[in-house]
């Protein structure tokens, strides 16, 4: 770095004005286009964000896993989407077709519906995190464990090749069928409206004229990602088993070396995360009530550019780039064009790549191949 | 000039086999379902010999090279469409004025970029947009009056010649208009890490697929009708010219990876620092391989648009952009040869012998299948079914590549430089 004292006309000639101009430029038209429209109707503005926030959460989860896999062996983990679906599928399974949710009703017939239903719908998301949880393990097994010490790119390629395998294996007509499946919600939908004052929204009406609406699903959404994230920080942080995960993701033959079993511990990383798809899976389809065998393609892949913005392998970036992916998404579509939302959130992260090239939270690496 | 024996021994039977090809289907024995899967397999491997430049040769993890290919088709298309269904050359003339002024342009501004040293990459990216946006105003300015006495001239020819000339021109003005893209995208996301360099191209495929969804209403390209798909284009790709392109792009190839530039892009790969410190110019190589690996890309691009007379932008979603990279893993990463017969291999059995072997009913099995012969294969011939195998006439003499550097068996000595290991 050059540390003299540049006059006025250097000033102009080797600054870096002309790039945050432009920056400065994109962003004020952004604030320009969102903000002239968000003045007059403030409360379609607040209604956007509750849904980004939202679909931000789902996001989160998904890229957690990405995160977590990438940070402990480097590799873009491509079938992660297609565990999320398969996470929607055992959901739409167990609700649809086994009645799973009204398990506690059926064992013990006294029991209040709320809390026979709250006790399901728990059920049913445990089982959808365990089922995705073994799939992953599996996965990592069979896909990624031979390929540890070839080069990155078969690693990739087999990944790449995993999640071909699960959506068209999936969309063979025994297993999922190539169709849309209409998704049976565990338990009711209720709805909300704030208008002076929070209002339940009674079926069949329409709210009233400038109210801000928001769901139980919102609500159990955040809920259950919040409390999955902190479980997942403690066992990152404060348990053994999370001091094993930081060491390899650090330096795995160090690891080794400490006695630290450090395949045991990938194929732990890997469960963990699944697990966090498929809760995210079983919410997403809650939230968007229907079922696809390629459904997991674009949130995957949204999640992932989530988790590159936030700082690939960082937690926290993942949580954060997940909510500002959310937002930028339903902001894009709401405000300045929908068909080019996706291409908005991408120019985003390709922005912000360039601005700083490790992600918001990511440690600045020096990467050697 | 003395022909070496390497060379002819690939050629002759290189050239032998496309000939092959065109005197059997002209008899009528290759039925014409065979005859586009191999035109199909020709354009792949023109894509996968751009890609395998951009990262078997120089190690840049690219998946943008599907939305390079969806440029060159659609630009490609227009030029013939406008030509053949509106009789006007105006898509030739603006097209071809575009690329021009914007590469001047683009050589004003890096003329200026050197004058003015120590802009940072943000800044010079906002003043290549700035150039871009004003040559093509001027360029738009210019053609309008050029349209018609072009169009005039082209009319002189007989027809089928002039649809030929507009043909060739699009086909090449599909692969300028790729590099140019690839030129002014590059130039800020070249600096990047691997894996970001790989994600920011995954977003700029996806970028690409948006618009061209949206083509008819944002972009303003009413003929290209946006997501319904874009009809009417001739179907005037036949396999002489697919393999007088295979072979311009073979040869292309060869001799860049021969020459000194050849040599630089690969120290590139092996190592960055390494080479900064042998005085190579890192990101002119860089831009240099993507650009071309682009320009391929958008080749291969407009001579697929003219196979079935047919686009749609499902055929550019970014799930395909995985399958140049599968197709250069699977033949081998940094082998010609190897990248050509897997891309054949591909279109053949996927499409081919697959839906003939499959019974009926089961044609949606190939694609269960397809993935586990990837895994076999992956885990059983991790560096590909080819591997480093090469015609002695492409094969260069390197060290082999992706190998952990201790295990690397040096087949080219390096000087050292007397006194410099202090």
Known sequence: MEHERLNFKDRIIKGKWIGKLFLVMIALLAIWGIGSKAIYNPQLFIQQIINGLQLGFVYALIALGYTMVYGIVRLINFAHGDVFMVGAMVSYFAVGVFHLQQWPSAVFPGIPLYLSLTIGTITVILLSMIVCAILAMVIEKIAYKPLRNAPRISALITAIGMSFFLEYFGALPFVFTPNFIPYKRPFDIVTWYVNNGVHQLQAGKAPPQGSVIFSNILLIIVLVTIILVLALTYIVQRTKVGKAMRASSYDKATSRLMGINVDGIISITFAIGAALAGAGGVLYATAYPSVFFWMGMIPGLKAFIAAVLGGIGSIPGAFVGALIMGQAEVLAAGYISTPMRDAISFSILILVLLIRPTGIFGEPEAEKA | ?422
């Open chain 2, 1 to 422: 000039m003395k022909i070496q024996r390497s060379t002819l021994a690939f050629w002759v039977p290189f050239i032998g086999l496309l000939v092959l090809v065109q005197v059997l289907s002209s008899v009528g024995i290759l039925s014409n379902f065979w005859v586009t899967l191999l035109k199909i397999g020709a354009v792949m491997s023109i894509i996968c010999l751009g890609l395998n430049l951009i990262y078997g040769f120089n190690g840049q993890f690219s998946l943008g090279q599907w939305g390079f290919y969806a440029i060159g088709a659609y630009a490609g298309a227009d030029i013939t469409y406008r030509w053949t269904q509106l009789h006007s050359a105006s898509g030739l003339v603006v097209v071809l004025l575009v690329v021009l002024l914007v590469a001047l342009a683009f050589i004003l501004v890096s003329k200026l970029m050197s004058r003015l040293r120590g802009l940072d990459t943000l800044s010079g990216f906002t003043l290549y947009i700035i150039g871009l946006l004003m040559a093509a105003v001027i360029a738009i300015f210019i053609g309008r009056y050029l349209i018609n006495p072009i169009t005039n001239l082209l009319n002189l020819l007989p027809l089928n010649i002039a649809s030929q000339i507009v043909f060739f021109f699009a086909v090449l003005l599909g692969g300028g208009v790729a590099a140019e893209v690839s030129y002014i995208f590059g130039f800020p996301v070249l600096t990047l890490g691997s894996d970001y360099f790989g994600i920011a191209t995954l977003g700029f495929s996806i970028i690409v697929k948006v618009l061209l969804d949206n083509s008819d209403t944002l972009l303003g390209f009413e003929e290209m009708k946006g997501a319904r798909g874009m009809i009417g284009i001739p179907k005037m790709t036949s396999w002489i010219w697919v393999s007088i392109f295979l072979v311009i792009v073979i040869i292309v190839t060869r001799n860049l990876l021969h020459s000194t530039h050849g040599r630089a892009i690969i120290s590139v790969r092996e190592d960055e620092i390494a080479a900064k410190a042998m005085g190579i110019n890192i990101s002119q190589q860089k831009t240099i391989t993507f650009v071309l690996g682009s320009f391929f890309a958008g080749l291969a691009g407009a001579l697929y648009a003219h196979v079935n007379g047919f686009l749609h932008p499902n055929t550019f979603s970014f799930i395909k952009t995985f399958d140049p990279m599968i197709i250069i893993v699977f033949g081998g990463l940094g082998s010609v040869t190897g990248t050509v017969a897997a891309a054949f291999t591909w279109a053949l059995v996927l499409e081919g012998l697959l839906r003939l072997v499959l019974p009926q009913g089961f044609e949606t099995w190939r694609y269960v299948i397809y993935p586990l012969l990837l895994l076999v294969l992956m885990l059983l011939r991790p560096q590909g079914l080819f591997g480093t195998f090469e015609f002695p006439y492409l094969r260069q003499i390197l060290p082999p590549i992706f190998q952990p550097r201790n295990s690397a068996k040096p087949t080219e000595t390096v000087n050292e430089i007397p006194g410099d290991g202090a």
